[in-house]
């Protein structure tokens, strides 16, 4: 695959390392602005230097950027990082985030109002100042081949109990995703998302791990985080410029495309609807429905 020049945000390290653009398997250079910790929050240690180092090892380039990209003038100081560094940017990987799972009967407004921050405005401020950048070069004459891919996760297009407020921002990611891939695609930049389950920081205490430790070494890890990788290092690849506003389900080795919301079964009345008689409608029609998808995104 082509070169390319791309700023990760959040979990970039725990995904694997095959999410840089040069990585193993992945063909081609590319240089990589990391964002460095699970929440979005920035420190160039940790996982996102070490990730640097291992790049940097296998003869590509990278650099950590240490600013929180829910804060909107960080998330442009992210981005201004890639383009002063390598000279522009051509992928955006939006991937912070953090859990505060709680039932929503005792959800504190600091549980809802952090994770939406991180999750939605972690997603919406890179994407700004970087469609900021490719809309300039549009202007200037110059042309794009750019891509966003965005995480959003089977609990927010599926739902999951206890995550109202890690569902509501995801579910909202996967809406952001639609919509800006209708507005910048005037501008060269397609923009899709992933909804993953893996094993990571993030997602360690939620029992996966207990299902990893059962597998046996010589065995596929299903719940192994670089099985992410490839999807998304395509999705950022000049192959990938006729394929925008979609979401893809990523596991193991199974991949499939999230189809969005439909309308379903429907009625007709000519007249505005008297409540005293949806008694007989809406029931009629739930039933002809079909049912909401599980966490696995089947239809229960």
Not at 170 to 193: C, D, P, Q, S, W
């Given at each position: 695959?082509?070169?390319?020049?791309?700023?990760?945000?959040?979990?970039?390290?725990?995904?694997?390392?095959?999410?840089?653009?040069?990585?193993?398997g992945a063909g081609g250079d590319g240089d990589v602005v990391l964002g460095a910790e699970v929440d979005g929050t920035g420190s160039s240690a940790g996982p996102a230097g070490e990730v640097v180092d291992?790049?940097?090892?296998?003869?590509?380039?990278?650099?950590?950027?240490?600013?929180?990209?829910?804060?909107?003038?960080?998330?442009?100081?992210?981005?201004?990082?890639?383009?002063?560094?390598?000279?522009?940017?051509?992928?955006?990987?939006?991937?912070?985030?953090?859990l505060r799972d709680r039932m929503l009967v005792n959800m504190t407004i600091d549980e809802w109002d952090a994770v939406i921050k991180v999750h939605l405005r972690g997603t919406f401020a890179p994407t700004?100042?970087?469609?900021?950048?490719?809309?300039?070069?549009?202007?200037?004459?110059?042309?794009?081949?750019?891509?966003?891919?965005?995480?959003?996760?089977?609990?927010?297009?599926?739902?999951?109990?206890?995550?109202?407020?890690?569902?509501?921002?995801?579910?909202?990611?996967?809406?952001?995703?639609?919509?800006?891939?209708?507005?910048?695609?005037?501008?060269?930049?397609?923009?899709?998302?992933?909804?993953?389950?893996?094993?990571?920081?993030?997602?360690?205490?939620?029992?996966?791990?207990?299902?990893?430790?059962?597998?046996?070494?010589?065995?596929?890890?299903?719940?192994?985080?670089?099985?992410?990788?490839?999807?998304?290092?395509?999705?950022?690849?000049?192959?990938?410029?006729?394929?925008?506003?979609?979401?893809?389900?990523?596991?193991?080795?199974?991949?499939?495309?999230?189809?969005?919301?439909?309308?379903?079964?429907?009625?007709?009345?000519?007249?505005?609807?008297?409540?005293?008689?949806?008694?007989?409608?809406?029931?009629?029609?739930?039933?002809?429905?079909?049912p909401n998808a599980n966490m696995g995104g089947r239809r229960k």
């Amino acid at each position: 695959m082509a070169e390319a020049d791309a700023a990760i945000d959040g979990e970039g390290a725990a995904v694997g390392l095959d999410f840089q653009p040069g990585g193993e398997g992945a063909g081609g250079d590319g240089d990589v602005v990391l964002g460095a910790e699970v929440d979005g929050t920035g420190s160039s240690a940790g996982p996102a230097g070490e990730v640097v180092d291992e790049i940097r090892a296998m003869g590509s380039e990278a650099v950590a950027n240490g600013d929180d990209v829910s804060d909107y003038e960080g998330a442009g100081r992210l981005i201004q990082t890639a383009i002063d560094t390598y000279g522009t940017i051509d992928v955006l990987v939006n991937n912070a985030g953090i859990l505060r799972d709680r039932m929503l009967v005792n959800m504190t407004i600091d549980e809802w109002d952090a994770v939406i921050k991180v999750h939605l405005r972690g997603t919406f401020a890179p994407t700004r100042h970087a469609v900021e950048y490719w809309r300039n070069r549009t202007k200037a004459g110059e042309t794009n081949d750019a891509r966003i891919i965005n995480t959003t996760s089977p609990s927010g297009i599926y739902g999951n109990v206890g995550q109202t407020n890690y569902g509501a921002a995801k579910a909202g990611i996967a809406a952001f995703t639609v919509i800006a891939a209708m507005e910048l695609e005037r501008y060269g930049v397609t923009v899709n998302a992933i909804a993953p389950a893996a094993l990571t920081r993030m997602t360690e205490n939620l029992g996966m791990g207990a299902a990893q430790a059962e597998k046996k070494p010589e065995e596929f890890d299903p719940f192994d985080p670089a099985n992410i990788a490839p999807i998304v290092v395509w999705l950022g690849s000049p192959e990938s410029k006729d394929i925008t506003g979609r979401v893809f389900n990523v596991q193991g080795d199974h991949i499939s495309v999230a189809e969005g919301w439909v309308a379903g079964p429907g009625a007709d009345k000519g007249d505005r609807w008297d409540p005293a008689e949806l008694g007989k409608v809406v029931p009629d029609l739930v039933a002809k429905a079909a049912p909401n998808a599980n966490m696995g995104g089947r239809r229960k």
